[in-house]
């Protein structure tokens, strides 16, 4: 079967430490995104990626980093310098042009940092 | 700036008819589209529209006027497992996806 898996579902961390999101897909697709999601609000784009060994900052970038050394993998990097990093995060991927196709979404990963 | 305006939250019956709206105000357009997301789950690709007019996939359309820059999803036969959140998101002039906050729809028997 095809698609996105994100792991782990929920994620607890105390504040000041790094922790990486893992996102995988096999849709063979070349474009990936990060999401964060608060309540009552739209998804806002933390970082997206059209090709391996490539990504841009979204619009919400600052205290996180990415990488995408292979096309099947993304991950998120939440560091420290995240001031507020409790959210709830998606990771999506299409087949081209960030806003040109339909996005196909992982299951999310829900991270609390206290 | 960037805008999309959806209702908070939305109640109806099961079995009947329900519309949730999104109007926008964008740096120009290429497309809307809807997704639909249960609590605690990923979106899920509900429709894509481009050019006016109503499209129509099961039981649920969806409407674009560009012109009015508005936009609505209509559910018909509603079911318990429509209880859902929906997302309005356009396709701005640079391709950029803008995301609305998303409609709660809450079905009651």
New interface residues.
Partial sequence: DGGITQSPKYLFRKEGQNVTLSCEQNLNHDAMYWYRQDPGQGLRLIYYSQIVNDFQKGDIAEGYSVSREKKESFPLTVTSAQKNPTAFYLCASSNGERGAYEQYFGPGTRLTVT | GQN?DQP?EMTATEGAIVQINCTYQTSGF??L?WYQQHA??????LS?NVLDGLEEKGRFSSFLSRSKGYSYLLLKELQMKDSASY?C?V??S?????????TKLIIKP
């Avoid at chain 2, 605690?40 to 690709?45: I, Q, S």
């Fill in positions: 999309i908070t290429n497309g589209f605690g789950e990923a979106p899920t690709f894509y997302l998101a396709v701005d640079n391709y950029q996806l803008i995301w609305g906050a998303g």
